[in-house]
T-cell receptor, first 116, second 111 residues
Framework: KAGVTQTPRYLIKTRGQQVTLSCSPI?????VSWYQQTPGQGLQFLFEYFSETQRNKGNFPGRFSGRQFSNSRSEMNVSTLELGDSALYLC???????????????FGPGTRLTVL | AQSVTQLDSHVSVSEGTPVLLRCNYSSSYSPSLFWYVQHPNKGLQLLLK??????LVKGINGFEAEFKKSETSFHLTKPSAHMSDAAEYFCVVSDDDKIIFGKGTRLHILP
């Protein structure tokens, strides 16, 4: 079974631009979660989608948004990029069997975003 | 409020010696606890998960962790380190609506 795929793997943008990242979950998985990983803040939960609906959300500003399509693929959008948005953005999928945040999640390799 | 503390940011052990990565947590509820590993330029991979079925949890690659409620700890151990274990390890606590990652412990294996 193919794992979680994320595109693109690397991205360079400038301040003020916007960016869209894509995540394809493992086949059959219906929940997709997004995380931001930085050296200073570590791994932080952004949001989680299930059946095209956002079910859980972390403490990030409204510039960070996402959506999920009927095939469970998900996109994350960041508008008005700031230097501090430079990070590795990880996507994870799960079936789920219950409450997704207590389920086992399967992570993709991430998208490395650099904001100049 | 939930929190998770990984007590060591770096741990160095010699190949063939035991590994201990320490994690303490706090949670208002009965949490789920995980250990994930991240190799360079790779995503996270689940090592093991505690779900209240058994306090000693066995994971992949010879790792195990023991849930100690009285000490609010979930330390990760392995009897004999291998060079391929060099990576960053994350302790994670979650409940129904929150998931918190520890800051990570980088494990170095000395030949």
């Amino acid at each position: 079974k193919a794992g979680v795929t994320q595109t693109p793997r690397y991205l360079i943008k400038t301040r003020g631009q916007q960016v869209t990242l894509s995540c394809s979950p493992i086949s059959g998985h219906r929940s997709v979660s997004w995380y931001q990983q930085t050296p200073g803040q570590g791994l932080q939960f952004l949001f989680e989608y299930f059946s095209e609906t956002q079910r859980n959300k972390g403490n990030f500003p409204g510039r960070f948004s996402g959506r999920q399509f009927s095939n469970s693929r998900s996109e994350m959008n960041v508008s008005t990029l700031e230097l501090g948005d430079s990070a590795l953005y990880l996507c994870a999928s799960s079936l789920p069997t219950g409450q997704v945040l207590t389920d086992t999640q399967y992570f993709g390799p991430g998208t490395r975003l650099t904001v100049l | 409020a939930q929190s998770v503390t990984q007590l060591d940011s770096h741990v160095s052990v010699s190949e063939g010696t035991p590994v201990l990565l320490r994690c303490n947590y706090s949670s208002s509820y009965s949490p789920s606890l995980f250990w994930y590993v991240q190799h360079p330029n790779k995503g996270l991979q689940l090592l093991l998960k505690y779900t209240s079925a058994a306090t000693l949890v066995k994971g992949i690659n010879g790792f195990e962790a023991e849930f100690k409620k009285s000490e609010t700890s979930f330390h990760l151990t392995k009897p004999s380190a291998h060079m391929s274990d060099a990576a960053e390890y994350f302790c994670v606590v979650s409940d129904d609506d929150k998931i918190i990652f520890g800051k990570g412990t980088r494990l170095h294996i000395l030949p």
